[in-house]
């Protein structure tokens, strides 16, 4: 079975930095792409970043380019989302989420087949 833990949430004033990570288990990692979403109270959960399962090419929502950073090690089978410059917009749950492509960057949740548990992340003013 698979399963999608993230870890590394938590409080942080604006212009601060977090990094989460994402350790899968149950299946083999290194083939899929990986996907990052939020969802914040009230809002519809939203695509943040994707990466691709070998080359590693990456995508990013317009909001966040510039500031957030995926990457994975697939020696690990962990993806992370390195996150700069935090602004209090980007309060929200964050979920890791397993594509069902591998070489495709997608950004619609329906293209993505396993889901985390979420981990907060809050950015006080």
């Known amino acids: 079975q698979v399963q999608l833990v993230e870890s590394g949430g938590g409080l942080v004033q604006a212009g601060g930095s977090l990094r989460l990570s994402c350790a899968a288990s149950?299946?083999?990692?290194?083939?899929?792409?990986m996907g990052w979403f939020r969802q914040a109270p009230g809002k519809e959960r939203e695509f943040v970043a994707a990466?691709?399962?070998?080359?590693?090419?990456?995508t990013y929502t317009d909001s966040v380019k510039g500031r957030f950073t995926i990457s994975r090690d697939n020696a690990k089978n962990t993806v992370y989302l390195q996150m700069n410059s935090l602004k209090p917009e980007d309060t929200a749950v964050y979920y890791c989420?397993?594509?069902?492509?591998?070489?495709?960057?997608?950004?619609?949740?329906?293209?993505?087949?396993?889901w985390g548990q979420g981990t907060q992340v809050t950015v006080s003013s």
């Open positions: 989420a397993r594509s069902r492509r591998s070489f495709t960057l997608v950004t619609q949740s329906d293209d993505y087949d396993y």
């Open positions: 149950g299946s083999i990692f290194s083939i899929y792409a």
């Open positions: 990466i691709t399962s070998r080359d590693g090419s990456t």
